[in-house]
C-alpha cells in the first residue's frame, strides 16, 4: 500500500516562518538603520530622499557608501561613482543569489527574478541554513527579506527624524559606523589568508588615491584596484 506524501507547506506559512527566523538578526539592520537616518540628514537628504533612496535601493553597505559620495549641490552630485561604487559593492549578490536557485523552479522568469530585491545578507544566511535542513523555500526566503525591508524603512525614517535633535553624529561616535559597517562585512566575507592580499592592495590604492585626487574618488579606485587584485590572486592559484 502506498503512503500517501505529506501536503507541500503553504506559502504564507513558509514566509512567517521565515519572519520570525530573521527577528533577532534584523535588530541589528533596526540598529545601523537608525544611524544611517541620522547620517543622511547631516548629509543634507530631505526625509523623501531618504525614503526613495532606502525603498529603491535597500542596501545597507551601498548607502554609507552614498553619504560618503554625497554633496548637498545637486550640479556636483558624483553620480557616476555613486553608481560605481554601489555596483561593486553588490556585486557579492551575484554570488549569494546564485546559491538560492534550488528553491525556484528550472522555467522560472522575470517575477522570480525579481524576488532577489528583497534579499540581504541575513535572510540569505537564514535561508541558506534551512536548506542544509532539507527545508527552505521561496516563502521563506520572502518573509526574512520582506521583514528586513519593512524594518529598513521605517528605521532609516526614524533615524532622519531623530537627526534633528543630534546637531553633530560625530560626536555621539556615530559617524563611525559607516567603518564598523565594513568591518563586519569584511569578517562576514573572510575565507583564508590569501584574502589578505587584495584587501591590503585596496586599502592601499584607497590611502594613495586620497593624497592624490580631490573628492571621495579613492572609494572607487580601491575597490577596482583591490577587485582586479584578487582576481589576478585566484587566477595564479589556479594556474599553480
Not at 501536503?7 to 504564507?12: I, V
Not at 520572502?142 to 534633528?164: D, F, N, P, R
Amino acid at each position: 500500500m502506498s503512503r500517501i506524501a505529506p501536503p507541500a507547506p503553504r506559502f504564507a506559512d513558509q514566509f512567517y516562518a521565515g519572519a520570525r527566523a530573521c527577528l533577532p538578526v534584523v535588530i541589528s539592520v533596526a540598529a545601523y538603520g537608525l544611524v544611517w537616518g541620522v547620517l543622511a540628514r547631516g548629509a543634507g537628504l530631505s526625509l523623501l530622499e531618504v525614503m526613495l533612496m532606502s525603498g529603491l535601493v535597500f542596501a545597507g553597505a551601498a548607502q554609507f557608501v552614498a553619504l560618503d559620495l554625497w554633496t548637498i549641490t545637486p550640479a556636483t552630485l558624483p553620480i557616476g561613482p555613486l553608481i560605481i561604487a554601489a555596483l561593486i559593492i553588490n556585486l557579492r549578490y551575484l554570488l549569494l543569489t546564485a546559491t538560492l536557485r534550488p528553491l525556484f523552479k528550472p522555467d522560472s522568469g522575470v517575477k522570480d527574478a525579481l524576488k532577489m530585491a528583497l534579499v540581504t545578507d541575513e535572510n540569505w544566511a537564514m535561508t541558506v541554513l534551512e536548506m542544509k535542513r532539507g527545508r527552505g523555500s521561496v516563502g521563506f526566503l520572502m518573509g526574512g527579506g520582506a521583514l528586513a525591508y519593512v524594518c529598513w524603512m521605517a528605521t532609516t525614517m526614524t533615524g532622519h527624524i531623530l537627526g534633528s535633535v543630534i546637531d553633530d553624529p560625530a560626536r555621539y561616535g556615530l559617524d563611525f559606523a559607516f567603518t564598523a559597517t565594513f568591518l563586519v562585512l569584511l569578517l562576514g566575507m573572510w575565507k583564508s589568508r590569501a584574502d589578505l592580499l587584495p584587501w591590503a592592495v585596496a586599502a592601499l590604492s584607497a590611502i594613495i588615491a586620497s593624497r592624490l585626487v580631490d573628492g571621495s574618488w579613492h572609494i572607487l579606485i580601491g575597490g577596482l584596484v583591490g577587485s582586479l587584485a584578487g582576481a589576478l590572486a585566484d587566477k595564479v592559484r589556479h594556474v599553480d
